[in-house]
């Protein structure tokens, strides 16, 4: 059956996975499937910005939405080329505006996301002046959603140590990324949506990984007013949710959900007793290192 979904993932894909021998606990020689990692050094026109480490897919809408959610990038920019070269694993973005970000490539912040996340500058910078629209959240389209993403084909179910992210509209999910590390996922997404001209406001952005400031302030750059995860929160990604008005939920599993931002936005239209309790074979939350 085809996918509903505008970009799935593809566990099939033989870059994205190598096939290992190693032993279980019981010492025999067992088969295994482990998700590859690799360099990808991104440019701005000639100026070297970060070395990202990443599964390898979808270097374009890495390389965008990296920049875009780092302030690097402006959304007026008009992008005249965006140059991949698989064997120097290196992608060049060109914009007709000059840019120049020696200052702030000094100023650097390790964040919580796996793989060694990093955002330059001052993180609460890109917040300035932003305003999300106040769109409901119907409890149905987070079931529903949960459902349809968690079942989904994916590289985690075939190989694990993966983080996911979705971008969704209503109780439809139509962006699929995964990553090493959530932030590369939800930065696949960023540039997806600049380069399609996807709108935003009417969006919400599902994630695998935990919810920290780090998720919140690029879901708020990202102009989508819902961000809601399998995983659960920290102090300072909840204090900034509310500042700016995001709708936070975590803690989603079968039929239990926490909103910690943003109740006023949701709409209870779900029915309970129709919502089954997960059981074994769903998904599991990949693990938040």
């Known amino acids: 059956?085809?996918?509903?979904?505008?970009?799935?993932?593809?566990?099939?894909?033989?870059?994205?996975?190598?096939?290992?021998?190693?032993?279980?606990?019981?010492?025999?020689?067992?088969?295994?499937?482990?998700?590859?990692?690799?360099?990808?050094?991104?440019?701005?026109?000639?100026?070297?910005?970060?070395?990202a480490m990443t599964i390898g897919d979808y270097p374009d809408y890495l390389a965008v939405g990296f920049l875009l959610n780092q302030g690097m990038l402006q959304r007026s920019d008009d992008v005249t080329g965006i140059d991949y070269d698989d064997e120097l694993e290196t992608v060049v973005v060109r914009t007709a505006r000059s840019t120049d970000y020696e200052e702030k490539l000094k100023r650097k912040t390790r964040t919580s996301g796996c793989a060694v996340?990093?955002?330059?500058?001052?993180?609460?910078?890109?917040?300035?002046?932003?305003?999300?629209?106040?769109?409901?959240?119907?409890?149905?389209?987070?079931?529903?959603?949960?459902?349809?993403?968690?079942?989904?084909?994916?590289?985690?179910?075939?190989?694990?140590?993966?983080?996911?992210?979705?971008?969704?509209?209503?109780?439809?999910?139509?962006?699929?990324?995964?990553?090493?590390?959530?932030?590369?996922?939800?930065?696949?997404?960023?540039?997806?949506?600049?380069?399609?001209?996807?709108?935003?406001?009417?969006?919400?952005l599902y994630t695998t990984g935990r919810l920290t400031s780090e998720m919140v302030i690029k879901c708020a750059q990202m102009g989508i007013p819902a961000l809601a995860s399998r995983s659960g929160f920290t102090a300072w990604g909840v204090e900034i949710a509310r500042e700016i008005g995001l709708t936070l939920i975590g803690r989603m599993r079968g039929k239990r959900f926490v909103c910690l931002s943003g109740a006023e936005r949701l709409v209870w239209d779900a029915d309970l007793d129709a919502i089954p309790d997960e059981g074994k074979k769903h998904r599991r939350k990949s693990a938040d290192g």
């Not at 932030?183 to 399609?196: C, L, P, R």
Request: charged share 20%; proline share 6%.
């Open 117 to 204: 996340g990093t955002v330059f500058g001052d993180m609460m910078e890109g917040l300035e002046g932003i305003v999300l629209p106040k769109a409901e959240l119907r409890t149905s389209w987070l079931y529903a959603l949960a459902q349809q993403i968690n079942t989904a084909p994916s590289l985690y179910l075939e190989a694990g140590a993966i983080h996911g992210t979705v971008l969704c509209q209503q109780d439809k999910p139509l962006v699929y990324m995964e990553d090493v590390g959530r932030h590369n996922a939800v930065d696949k997404i960023a540039g997806w949506m600049f380069q399609t001209g996807a709108e935003a406001g009417d969006k919400i």
């Open 1 to 51: 059956m085809r996918s509903p979904l505008l970009i799935a993932p593809n566990p099939a894909d033989p870059r994205l996975t190598r096939a290992v021998e190693g032993m279980d606990h019981t010492g025999a020689k067992v088969p295994l499937n482990v998700v590859t990692e690799r360099p990808l050094t991104i440019y701005l026109n000639s100026q070297e910005i970060v070395t």
